[in-house]
């Protein structure tokens, strides 16, 4: 059964940081595309950061460009998100996702596999 498990949200004021985690298992992504999205409330699910398999291409939303930044440890099986300068607006569930095979990218319909997602909130 594979699952992937988000962690490392929590309350953090603006301008902070936080590292989210995404712990996968039941089969091994080293070769699978990953990404992060999130969802605030009242709104639809937004792209926030992509890896390839090989973790050597990755792709940002605008919003979050030169503030996060995705990488994956191959060994563990892990995704992380690293998030700097955090404001108000990224305040969200951050949903981590996987895709069984081919490449990733923005489109949330091309992966597999979620997570159950953690909550990140900004205070002003």
């Known amino acids: 059964q594979v699952q992937l498990v988000e962690s490392g949200g929590g309350l953090v004021q603006a301008g902070g940081s936080l590292r989210l985690s995404c712990a996968a298992s039941?089969?091994?992504?080293?070769?699978?595309?990953m990404g992060w999205f999130r969802q605030a409330p009242g709104k639809e699910r937004e792209f926030v950061a992509a890896?390839?398999?090989?973790?050597?291409?990755?792709s940002y939303a605008d919003s979050v460009k030169g503030r996060f930044t995705i990488s994956r440890d191959t060994a563990k099986n892990t995704v992380y998100l690293q998030m700097s300068s955090l404001k108000p607006e990224d305040t969200a569930v951050y949903f981590c996702?996987?895709?069984?095979?081919?490449?990733?990218?923005?489109?949330?319909?091309?992966?597999?596999?979620w997570g159950q997602g953690t909550q990140v909130t900004v205070s002003s």
């Open positions: 039941g089969r091994t992504f080293s070769r699978s595309a």
């Open positions: 890896i390839s398999g090989g973790g050597g291409s990755t």
């Open positions: 996702a996987a895709r069984g095979y081919g490449s990733g990218g923005p489109l949330a319909g091309r992966y597999d596999y």
